[in-house]
């Protein structure tokens, strides 16, 4: 059972550089999201999907982009990285029942990025 | 901007020992989550709670749910090695349809 795949698991990018983080899962989920954890620290929502096609802004955006064209894929997009980029980052999926939002959050490994 | 705070930040006992993390919010949550995290690993969802008051044990873990659903506990009886990890609060609400906000987070050491 894949749950939440996350690529890559590491990488390392230099001021000014861009990437993109790929984000995918295969459990139907409406809900995605993308998280930043710096050390001993816990998670700060960058931004987030409720389903595809609709995206908005978590509690630090800046610096970055993302896109939901289809259910299972949402990508974050890092543009003219910097310094304070460097963080591991968790995508996850959550699920309703009915129209109401269940709250639980199902995550991957995570993507560990140094910006250099 | 909704905050949970989490105390203690860092907890460090021997094996056999009880203890206690709290998750505080001055905001009401329509349910609230507890993880674990393993280094290097993403969180893990341990439970949720939802109705105020409520009280749900996961063998030695019990979470409790304040009446006013602001705030949380997780206790461990006879914590062991294995529940060494971190231990986050998340809590969601459902007039902001996709939002959960986490708290810092509560290292645990347990050692043998």
């Known amino acids: ?116 | 901007t909704q905050l949970l705070e989490q105390s203690p930040q860092f907890l460090s006992i021997q094996e056999g020992e009880n203890l206690t993390v709290y998750c505080n919010s001055s905001s009401v949550f329509s349910s609230l989550q507890w993880y674990r995290q393993e280094p290097g690993e993403g969180p893990v969802l341990l439970v949720t709670v939802v109705t105020g008051g409520e009280v749900k044990k996961l063998k030695r873990l019990t979470f409790q749910f304040g009446d006013a659903r602001k705030d949380s506990s997780l206790h461990i009886t006879a914590a062991q090695p294995g529940d060494t990890g971190l231990y986050l609060c998340a809590g969601a609400e459902d007039t902001n349809a996709g939002k959960s906000t986490f708290g810092d987070g509560t290292t645990l050491t347990v050692k043998p």
């Open chain 1, 1 to 116: 059972n894949a749950g939440v795949t996350q690529t890559p698991k590491f990488h390392i990018l230099k001021i000014g550089q861009s990437m993109t983080l790929q984000c995918t899962q295969d459990m139907n989920h409406n809900y995605m999201y993308w998280y930043r954890q710096d050390p001993g620290m816990g998670l700060k929502l960058i931004y987030y999907s409720v389903g595809a096609g609709i995206t908005d802004k978590g509690e630090v955006p800046n610096g970055y982009n993302v896109s939901r064209s289809t259910t299972e894929d949402f990508p974050l997009r890092l543009e003219l990285a910097a310094p304070s980029q460097t963080s591991v980052y968790f995508c996850a999926s959550s699920y309703s029942r009915g129209s109401t939002r269940t709250g639980e959050l199902f995550f991957g490994e995570g993507s560990r990025l140094t910006v250099l």
